[in-house]
């Protein structure tokens, strides 16, 4: 807004400074905006910095801005054991097959949903609104996996992840708004069949949509566990996430030891909660800039365009 002010400024010609209101505006707007910047950022900086001190600092309230006795123990305790190596592996296994799967099935729905001319369009809506309010509930989900013979297999962490109504009424919005219509036309009047014009004319310009679909179902994917703590039997085949929590839960077990392995246990423990969310947030964390381009397009589906 602010940037725009100017511009008008520079084409009249006329330097219009900015009264005394604007100027408080911008300041409280500045300040406001500040505090929800430390508020979001501060709880990433603390685990991060609690992550590398010492237990007994971060037990006693002595870790604030900086890291205290600084150690690497805990994350020697998580990344010298093979079954979180073995739980990276399947994520990353499990989220790109989600990922290629759910953009093979997104991206053409979304299309289709997004042509006037579909045969029985409002019935597809409807059809695909209702999941979204109503569900079967666990226990239906879980008889129609065991009657698909997809317990303990991976398909059962995938297939359901594949398709989001969400996504695919952000996609139906993108195409409905961005890819013009007189385009389509002019690709039909060419000879383009629905296919053609489908890979030549419309993929080229949904780059954006693309982008933020890959990013929002491997976000959901990598973070994903509660099917595979529903579905999967064998550990090798847990995800990274399931991993980190069994190792949670058999750190903080304090059953048959003395006072000071309790002790011991309950330190560790404190830490290994620090570390995972580091461990199991970082990849994603990388992902996100190569993704940042099409990112702030694809979040600002539909909104008012000059």
Do not use: C
């Not at 209702?130 to 989900?141: A, E, R, S």
């Amino acid at each position: 807004m602010m940037s725009e002010k100017m511009k008008l400024q520079k084409k009249s010609g006329n330097v219009v400074k900015d009264s005394l209101g604007d100027k408080t505006f911008y300041i409280i707007t500045y300040i406001v905006l500040g505090l929800l910047a430390l508020i979001i950022l501060y709880p990433v900086y603390f685990i991060i910095i609690a992550s590398i001190s010492d237990p007994d600092a971060v037990l006693a309230g002595k870790v604030v801005l900086y890291p205290v006795d600084i150690t690497f123990e805990g994350y020697e305790k998580i990344l010298e054991r093979t079954d979180v190596w073995t739980g990276y592996f399947n994520t990353i296994v499990y989220t790109v097959a989600t990922v290629v799967l759910s953009l093979v099935v997104t991206i053409p729905a979304g299309w289709a949903l997004s042509r006037k001319t579909l045969p029985g369009k409002k019935f597809w809506m409807i059809y695909f609104i209702i999941p979204m309010f109503f569900g079967g509930g666990l226990i239906p989900f879980y008889n129609v996996m065991s009657s698909l013979g997809l317990i303990n297999s991976p398909l059962a962490v995938i297939l359901p992840a594949i398709l989001s109504v969400w996504n695919l009424f952000m996609t139906k919005t993108f195409f409905a708004s961005s890819v013009p219509g007189g385009l389509i036309e002019a690709a039909t009047i060419d000879g383009a069949n629905h296919f053609q014009t489908f890979f030549m004319v419309v993929i080229p310009l949904a780059k954006a949509i693309i982008a933020v679909m890959a990013l929002y179902y491997a976000v959901g994917q990598w973070n994903s566990y509660f099917n595979a703590m529903i579905f999967l039997q064998d550990e090798t085949m847990y995800p990274l996430q399931l991993v980190l929590k069994e190792i949670l839960i058999a750190t903080e077990s304090t059953v048959g030891g003395s006072g000071e392995t309790i002790l011991e246990q309950y330190r560790m423990a404190n830490q290994l909660k620090y570390v995972s969310v580091i461990v199991s947030s970082l990849p994603v964390l990388m992902l996100y800039p190569f993704v940042q381009k099409y990112f702030k397009q694809g979040v600002m589906i539909g909104s008012l365009k000059e």
